[in-house]
């Protein structure tokens, strides 16, 4: 054989063989996995079987069919019109919409206070930085489920009655809650959610027009400000084409209690004080590593444009930052939306509470708590995906 013909025999560099047999390395991993994956699946089979076997051998009924029979016992808080006649599976969603609605605000004030606080901890007056600093040291070392009890003697011993609750404008504080005005809802306020979902959009798309603006000629563009207007012109606009309704149900002071309006219950108020303040605690401090991970140049460079600490901050430090902030403060989020199940310690009907009261009266142990388990399950890959997306959109690109 010539030796241009043991030349032409090699493989070409950076080429690869596609073929792959059992006796290499590629493909015994490939076996490995799959041998791994019927084991599991043979494992959880087994474990099924044995559980039916069981469940039918001592008598204890199974199935989901118990869904569409009656509840028959009262919900003390509800987002959607419920009756006592009112089926297992309604349960089931008011105990969702109440998690829900506990993790979306929680989630929202526990970022504001969390960066607020973050922030501060960089600040350059003593007193600023040294409250920040006691204040993440105090709320992340207390358990949430302590914290949680507390506020709940806050709200249900230490505010007065109804009848000498605290009165800001048309809004009450007492041992009823916080009693807020609401809208008498029509198509107005219909129209004017679609315009804040329209401006939300319109937001998000300015602020990438204006961030590529800044890095081709270094100006910056008012974002919030033109975001908030052109929002809040959606929202009117939606509100005018909808007939301007103006009608407010307003609380007033009743024979028992405050009576109409908005209601925020003691117990829904405890449980989101405990988890906001005690997620903010961990959310300062992964804002605070965050902006620490950005080198001192970076600053330096800012100032020598002209920026204030303010806009160095928010334009160059933040940006840079958020690469080492959004994969902890996924975990923040997460952690903040399962800790909601803790509420049943203080009487709040969310998913757990509705599930525990559910095994009690049917003994469908199981299948109550595999709705739990779908349900958390569900809102975490939702808000694992979304912070997924807000972090590849955030990324630094390479040029």
């Known amino acids: 054989m010539s030796h241009f013909s043991?030349?032409?025999?090699?493989?070409l560099p950076g080429k690869k063989n596609r073929s792959i047999s059992w006796r290499s390395r590629e493909g015994r991993s490939v076996i490995y996995q799959?041998?791994?994956?019927?084991?599991?699946?043979?494992?959880?089979?087994?474990?099924?079987?044995?559980?039916?076997?069981?469940?039918?051998l001592r008598g204890i009924q199974s199935g989901y069919d118990f869904?569409?029979?009656?509840?028959?016992?009262?919900?003390?808080?509800?987002?959607i019109e419920y009756a006592s006649n009112s089926t297992y599976l309604v349960a089931f969603f008011i105990g969702m919409l109440n998690t829900l609605k506990v993790a979306v605000i929680g989630i929202v004030l526990a970022t504001l206070l969390g960066v607020l606080v973050g922030v501060g901890r960089f600040s350059a007056n003593f007193l600023v930085r040294k409250v920040c600093y006691a204040y993440v040291e105090f709320f992340r070392n207390v358990p949430v489920y302590l914290q949680l009890l507390i506020w709940y003697l806050v709200f249900t011993e230490a505010l007065p009655?109804?009848?000498?609750?605290?009165?800001?404008?048309?809004?009450?504080?007492?041992?009823n809650g916080v009693s807020f005005p609401w809208p008498v809802w029509e198509l107005g306020q219909t129209l004017a959610l679609i315009g804040l979902a329209m401006g939300c959009v319109f937001a998000i798309f300015y602020r990438r027009r204006a961030k590529a603006h800044f890095d081709q000629t270094g100006h910056t563009r008012p974002v919030w400000a033109v975001s908030l207007a052109v929002t809040f012109a959606?929202?009117?606009?939606?509100?005018?084409?909808?007939?301007?309704?103006?009608?407010?149900?307003?609380?007033?002071?009743?024979?028992?209690?405050?009576?109409?309006?908005g209601v925020f219950s003691p117990e829904f108020m405890a449980l989101l004080c405990?988890?906001?303040?005690?997620?903010?605690?961990?959310?300062?401090?992964?804002?605070?590593?965050?902006?620490?991970?950005?080198?001192?140049?970076?600053?330096?460079?800012?100032?020598?444009?002209g920026l204030?600490?303010?806009?160095?901050?928010?334009?160059?430090?933040?940006?840079?930052?958020?690469?080492?902030?959004?994969?902890?403060?996924?975990?923040?989020?997460?952690?903040?939306?399962?800790?909601?199940?803790?509420?049943?310690?203080?009487?709040?009907?969310?998913?757990?509470?509705i599930a525990n009261t559910t095994l009690?009266?049917?003994?469908?142990?199981?299948?109550?708590?595999?709705?739990?388990?779908?349900?958390?399950?569900?809102?975490?890959?939702?808000?694992?995906?979304?912070?997924?997306?807000?972090?590849?959109?955030?990324?630094i690109q390479e040029r």
Do not use: C
């Open 34 to 56: 799959i041998v791994a994956i019927l084991s599991a699946l043979a494992l959880v089979g087994l474990l099924v079987r044995n559980t039916l076997t069981n469940m039918r």
């Open 67 to 79: 869904l569409l029979q009656p509840f028959g016992i009262d919900i003390s808080e509800t987002m």
């Open 161 to 175: 009655d109804f009848d000498k609750a605290w009165k800001l404008g048309h809004f009450y504080l007492s041992k």
């Open 234 to 261: 959606f929202m009117l606009l939606g509100w005018l084409v909808g007939g301007a309704p103006a009608e407010w149900n307003v609380p007033k002071v009743g024979d028992f209690q405050i009576e109409d309006g």
């Open 274 to 305: 405990g988890l906001v303040f005690y997620t903010a605690s961990f959310i300062a401090e992964v804002v605070r590593s965050g902006i620490a991970s950005v080198s001192l140049g970076q600053h330096e460079a800012s100032a020598s444009l």
């Open 360 to 395: 009690n009266q049917t003994g469908r142990a199981i299948e109550a708590l595999s709705i739990v388990m779908l349900v958390y399950l569900t809102l975490s890959l939702i808000t694992s995906a979304l912070m997924n997306w807000f972090n590849a959109s955030a990324a």
């Open 308 to 353: 204030s600490k303010s806009q160095s901050m928010r334009l160059v430090v933040l940006p840079q930052a958020l690469r080492v902030i959004i994969p902890p403060l996924t975990s923040q989020y997460l952690n903040l939306t399962k800790n909601s199940s803790l509420a049943v310690a203080i009487g709040y009907p969310e998913l757990v509470s």
């Open 6 to 11: 043991m030349i032409e025999a090699r493989p």
